[in-house]
């Protein structure tokens, strides 16, 4: 049986082969890592759910497959019974176009249980792990009108500038796939114009002196990062809200929750609130306040949503990521804050799962720990804004009196999609955080 380079994501459309556990001829039990794999997002190993011998290697370490590609062969179990089937692999899957089954985590490398927490028990079941994960975050994108398009398709049409409401389909079931994507570009048949292609990476090197230049190839991450910020720079409306927010009563707040926390046998505190678990929590008890910013846009609607999930912007080497923490406004504050701790650590690590990273309404991105004072992000679709914080500092006020007095101090600045959030609702929603934060003490509550 063919074994399939799995899809661990919507926006996922290949992976890297990083290490082989098997080699060919070895026999493969039920539960055996077979390889690694690494995305733009995280490194998984992939097991295997049925015995056999791994008879052949078409893809090896190092090298970087399309999602659904044939990676390698497993032939019957080692008993000489039936053909083994390990999770991802279909018979005909790649040459019909049909997308490959989805996976989640391998243990001991993201919790199933956090992507339990983000989907209810509709979701179809993963024959892998037994646990539910949400289809949406795995399956084809769909269109206005019902038609879907697969994640290949996605990014080549991205990539090209070509608008899919025009295309015609080829795939199953009236879906939009990578040839038919390919065949536009081909033919010039696509619905909108192409945008200008950068240059070339010799045009480039030729504005420079010879010798001065050491070439650093991109990996996935940072072509998907490339990608993914130039088309919404692109093709989200951007504008930016900025204010400054005094912190002495978080501060303060900080200071005594964290003294009265419980702690565990060891002496160890139970959890330690961080500025920014405050200022994510104000983030998110703000847009409780301004439910018509809790929103995003669906291309020729907008969703509104019930729950506030906030991401977290993390920086890794060579990129960064955003988890996601799910009803940020509704947990306890001790909860949030060990939460965030856990999904930073696994993000750096790239231990996430798929559903841990996608959807979200708003991002908090923090560079004051390098002593930025401020600057504005960029929206991370299909969120609708992302609040930029900088460095907390003593800076002069006037007092009440008319002298001049010191507080501490940050500045903050909303960036907005304005086909969702316009001038007025984003000040409301940036006002909103602003109070929460100098009346910190409902954050807790």
């Known amino acids: 049986m063919d074994i399939l380079m799995p899809q661990l994501g919507e926006t996922v459309a290949e992976g890297k082969i990083t290490t082989w556990f098997k080699a060919v001829g070895d026999t493969v039990a039920p539960g055996d890592n077979l390889f690694e794999i690494e995305t733009d997002k995280v490194s998984m190993e992939v097991p295997a759910i049925s015995g056999g011998v791994l008879a052949e290697i078409r893809v090896p370490a190092g090298a ?9 062969v497993v032939s019957g179990d080692a008993a000489g019974g039936e053909s083994a089937t390990p999770f991802g692999a279909h018979t005909g899957a790649a040459a019909s176009g049909a997308p490959p089954v989805p996976m989640a985590a391998a243990p001991g490398r993201a919790p199933a249980s956090a992507a339990l927490s983000a989907v209810g028990s509709s979701a179809p079941l993963d024959p892998f792990h037994a646990v539910r994960t ?5 399956g084809p994108a769909r269109l206005a009108g019902g038609r879907t398009v697969t994640p290949l398709a996605r990014r080549l049409a991205a990539e090209a500038g070509i608008d899919l409401a025009g295309l015609a389909a ?6 939009i796939v990578a040839r038919d994507v390919e065949a536009a570009i081909t033919h ?8 200008p292609a950068s240059p070339t990476a010799d045009r480039v090197k030729a504005l420079y002196e010879p010798g001065i ?11 998907t990062i490339a990608a993914r910020l130039v088309e919404a720079k692109q093709t989200v409306p951007h504008f930016y809200l900025t204010a400054d927010v005094a912190l002495d009563r978080l501060l303060t707040l900080r200071h005594e929750a964290n003294a009265a ?20 929590r104000a983030l998110a008890r703000a847009l409780v306040r301004v439910p018509d910013a809790n929103a995003v846009w669906a291309e020729d609607r907008i969703l509104r949503f019930s729950r506030v999930d906030v991401g977290i912007a993390v920086a890794l080497d060579g990129g960064l990521i955003t988890p996601v923490l799910r009803d940020a406004a509704g947990k306890p504050m001790s909860a949030v804050a060990t939460e965030a701790k856990d999904l930073i650590a696994r993000a750096r690590a790239r231990r996430l799962a798929p559903a841990e990273y996608q959807g979200g309404v708003s991002t908090v991105s923090n560079l004051g720990m390098y002593g930025i004072k401020e600057f504005a992000g960029i929206v991370n679709p299909p969120q609708s804004t992302l609040l930029a914080v900088g460095a907390a500092e003593r800076r002069p006020v006037e007092a009440a009196d008319g002298g001049v007095r010191f507080e501490t101090r940050m500045t903050l600045t909303l960036s907005c999609d304005h086909r969702v959030v316009d001038g007025a609702l984003g000040a409301k929603l940036l006002a909103a955080v602003r109070d929460a934060i100098e009346h910190p003490v409902g954050l807790l509550v």
């Open 64 to 72: 970087v497959a399309p999602v659904g590609a044939v990676v390698a």
């Open 134 to 138: 949400p289809a949406r975050n795995y």
């Open 170 to 175: 080829s795939g199953p079931y009236g879906r």
């Open 261 to 280: 926390a419980p702690h565990d046998a060891d002496g160890h505190p139970l959890w330690r609130l961080s500025v920014n678990d405050l200022v994510l």
């Open 213 to 223: 230049v050491t070439e650093l190839p991109a990996d996935q991450m940072r072509k």
């Open 188 to 195: 010039g048949a696509a619905g909108a114009p192409s945008l």
